[in-house]
Nanobody, 129 residues
Framework: QAQLVESGGGLVQPGGSLRLSCAAS????????MGWFRQAPRMERDFVAA????????YYAESAKGRFTISRDYAKNTVYLQMSSLKPEDTATYYC??????????????????????WGQGTQVTVSS
């Protein structure tokens, strides 16, 4: 069964940086897209970033562009989310997700949580002074 385990969350001050990791099982890496989503209490689960495992193509939410960077490490079967210039609005539980997609994939599809059948349990990120 596919498994995703997030780590790296914690408490940081505004303007600070944090690096999240998503360790995936080999089964999970048969999927070609990996994404990061976040969800604040009583809010919808929103798209943050995604990456094509093979090509390395990246996709970002407008709120993440210029501040967050998604990357992957083949050897470690791990996807990262480098976050900088963090704001209180970034406070949320961050989830890693995976999906196997074929053909041309629209940005809208990559940004939809329902696109991803595999999810981690989440890691909490709190940005506060």
């Amino acid at each position: 069964q596919a498994q995703l385990v997030e780590s790296g969350g914690g408490l940081v001050q505004p303007g600070g940086s944090l690096r999240l990791s998503c360790a995936a099982s080999e089964r999970t890496f048969s999927n070609n897209y990996m994404g990061w989503f976040r969800q604040a209490p009583r809010m919808e689960r929103d798209f943050v970033a995604a990456i094509n495992w093979r090509a390395g193509s990246t996709y970002y939410a407008e709120s993440a562009k210029g501040r967050f960077t998604i990357s992957r490490d083949y050897a470690k079967n791990t996807v990262y989310l480098q976050m900088s210039s963090l704001k209180p609005e970034d406070t949320a539980t961050y989830y890693c997700a995976a999906a196997g997609l074929n053909g041309y994939i629209s940005t809208a599809r990559l940004m939809a949580a329902t696109t991803y059948p595999y999810w981690g349990q989440g890691t909490q990120v709190t940005v506060s002074s």
